[in-house]
């Protein structure tokens, strides 16, 4: 069983849509990070959060630390956000990341 | 600064050939990290450097990798005798520091094939 799974593996859309994507993990962490990835494989860090929840545009993201899971959810959802999704755990004072698999979000227009 | 750049973007080799892959991070950032990525899953840990000192190694990079990282600055991955199961992306970042407290900075990624 890997460290990091996410849920749905695919999922497609219309736009305007509210989106939730799922994140569970199974090890100690001090911080997750969400992380966005266009075809040709350029990734772009989209969250690093440790509690709560962080907001920007009409992205959020949500941990619960004690339950061992995230979300990421965006709303109003547009074509511009299709893309792979990827959520990525970090161990105490760790440098290293361990990703999850990737969520592949279509959104139709 | 425009961020971490690799090169080349794309590289076919045939199989039992080396190949050798640069990474330029963000001049300030002292961590750069290599990774693997193959068709349909996540990022696999490669190995890591603090400056010039490799600090970890996956068990993943076998003996036919190495990689170096001289004076602090770029980095180069080195693949020996490739085969094809090598075919993936392969992925550089960087940072300030370790990744329970910064983001990561990724470069696009060169795209190996051996054929």
């Known amino acids: 069983k890997n460290e990091v799974e996410q849920s749905p593996q695919n999922l497609t859309a219309q736009e305007g849509e509210f989106i939730t994507i799922n994140c569970s993990y199974s090890v100690g962490i001090s911080a997750l990070h969400w992380l966005q990835q266009h075809p040709g494989g350029g990734i772009v860090s989209l969250f690093m959060l440790s509690s709560g929840k962080k907001k920007h545009g009409r992205l959020i993201a949500t941990i619960n630390i004690q339950e061992k899971h995230s979300s990421l959810h965006i709303t109003a959802s547009h074509p511009r956000d299709s893309a792979v999704y990827i959520c990525a755990v970090a161990r105490y004072s760790g440098s290293r990341l361990t990703f999850g698999e990737g969520t592949q979000l279509t959104v139709n227009p | 600064d425009t961020g971490v750049s690799q090169d080349p973007r794309h590289k076919i080799t045939k199989r039992g050939q080396n190949v050798t892959f640069r990474c330029d991070p963000i001049s300030e950032h002292n961590r750069l990290y290599w990774y693997r990525q193959t068709l349909g899953q996540g990022p696999e840990f490669l190995t890591y450097?603090?400056?010039?000192?490799?600090?970890?190694k996956s068990r993943l990079l076998s003996d036919r990798f190495s990689a170096e990282r001289p004076k602090g600055s770029f980095s180069t991955l080195e693949i020996q005798r490739t085969e094809q199961g090598d075919s993936a992306m392969y992925l550089c970042?960087?940072?300030?520091?370790?990744?329970?407290?910064?983001?990561?900075?990724f470069g696009s990624g060169t795209r190996l094939t051996v054929v």
């Open positions: 970042a960087s940072s300030l520091g370790t990744a329970d407290r910064f983001g990561y900075t």
């Open positions: 450097f603090q400056n010039e000192a490799q600090l970890e």
